[in-house]
């Protein structure tokens, strides 16, 4: 009788940039983002588009579950086959902005190196799930990277910097150079960590829609007034304009001025208005 042969390797399915596939190649960019996420063993991590497995087969090997949700259903097949003896790993195969967030358990941790395509989008959803999420270590492109963590009065300081900074307090751990993935992206990456505002700080989900509401109107038109933007973007001017005043907010200021603290004590003061 001859010997049993191992099972073949399942072939690669070769990367599909459209779906933003570059591949993590360098383990020590592995270990600095493990690092930067602070695991314990009893953590459950939620990761967005395990592609080829870098990082899900590391995690897996440091946390109680792994939930990891890919759109590409060869990378999903390929990778159900070289984690199946990972038995605490959940492999979806599906659109993560689809995915039911309310079934993730309270404090778990987001980690993900994002599809650059996709990124703000995701970030955005991910956002709105923080009272769920302890935290997220992201890689992302380092000009999002940026934009994120950007301060009032910068050219990178906008409606993303304004919302991830209301609902999170992020920090860019570092740089990550295109040379570390495959195929090579334009581009660098910046990994990002968000913290802060979890279920143990919950929040007020009206006041959130407010808040949301004024920012959109505020950098609608970046280059115009507060009054103006809002005013173009169909909102009743006696409204923003008793906020404003209320909030001893100048009218003639641009949204990229406002610290967020000020958009919160204009999101209130237009709540209030409203009533
Ligand atoms: N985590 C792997 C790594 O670090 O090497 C792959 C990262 S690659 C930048 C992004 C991954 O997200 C790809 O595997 C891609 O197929 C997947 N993806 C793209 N859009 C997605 C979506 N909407 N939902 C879930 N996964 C997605």
């Known amino acids: ?37 602070a695991l314990s063993p009893e953590d459950v991590v939620f990761e967005i588009g395990p592609g080829r497995g870098a990082l899900t087969q590391v995690l897996c090997e440091r946390v109680s579950k792994v939930i990891a949700v890919e759109l590409d259903r060869h990378l999903f097949d390929y990778l ?13 195969h599906g659109d993560a902005l689809d995915f039911p967030y309310d079934t993730l358990p309270v404090g778990t941790v987001v980690i993900s190196n994002l599809p ?41 300081y906008g409606l993303l910097s304004v919302v991830t900074q209301y609902q999170t307090k992020p920090r860019k751990a570092f740089v990550v150079p295109a040379s570390c993935f ?50 173009e973007e169909r909102w009743e001017e006696p409204v923003i304009r008793r906020a404003l005043e209320r909030t001893r907010i100048d009218p003639r200021r641009r949204a ?17 208005s409203e009533n």
């Open 116 to 156: 650059y395509y996709m990124a703000t989008p995701l970030l955005f959803r991910l956002l709105q799930e923080r009272d769920r999420i302890d935290r997220m270590v992201l890689m992302l492109q380092r000009e999002v990277a940026e934009r994120m963590i950007a301060e009032p009065g910068s050219r990178d």
């Open 256 to 272: 990229e001025t406002l610290t967020v603290r000020e958009f919160i004590s204009l999101a209130h003061a237009v709540r209030t």
């Open 182 to 231: 495959r195929p090579v992206p334009q581009v660098d990456s910046a990994v990002v960590c968000l913290t802060g505002r979890t279920a143990r700080n919950p929040t007020d989900a009206r006041f959130d829609d407010v808040f949301m509401k004024v920012v959109r109107g505020a950098f609608a038109h970046r280059r115009k007034t507060l009054i103006n933007s809002c005013r």
């Open 80 to 92: 159900s086959q070289i984690c199946a003896q990972h038995d605490h790993l959940e492999l979806l």
């Open 1 to 37: 009788m001859s010997p049993r042969q191992p099972e073949p390797m399942p072939s690669l399915p070769r990367p599909r940039k459209r779906l933003g596939q570059h591949f993590l190649i360098d383990p020590n960019i592995t270990r600095k983002i493990l690092k930067a996420a």
